[in-house]
């Protein structure tokens, strides 16, 4: 079997290298090149501020329909789902 061509894995940017959380995890070769793409974890703070932008620029009545859509649970299942 071969190996995989993209992992991915947990890591913490400390002293200008990055450090894998899990060292064990990563399938590499010593010395093995590879590519980093690297997408930064939000903060709680972040995380907390996009979700209060959500609404941003909808109208209350707007903002009222949505959460009476999300909140309306009888739509989630099909009758296909509801036979198991």
């Known amino acids: 079997m ?4 993209a992992q991915t894995f947990d890591a913490v940017f400390e002293d200008g290298t990055f450090k894998p959380v899990n060292p064990e995890d990563i399938d ?9 793409i690297v997408k930064r974890r ?3 703070k972040e995380v907390t ?5 959500v609404y941003d620029g909808l109208s ?15 739509n989630f299942f099909d009758e296909r789902t509801s036979e198991h």
Do not use: F, Y
Not at 28 to 36: D, N, S, T
């Open 2 to 5: 071969s190996k995989p061509i």
């Open 28 to 36: 590499l070769a010593e010395g093995q090149q590879v590519r980093i």
């Open 42 to 44: 939000l903060t709680p």
């Open 49 to 53: 501020e996009l979700a209060g932008s």
């Open 60 to 74: 209350e009545e707007e903002i009222s329909e949505i959460e009476h859509i999300a909140l309306d649970r009888s």
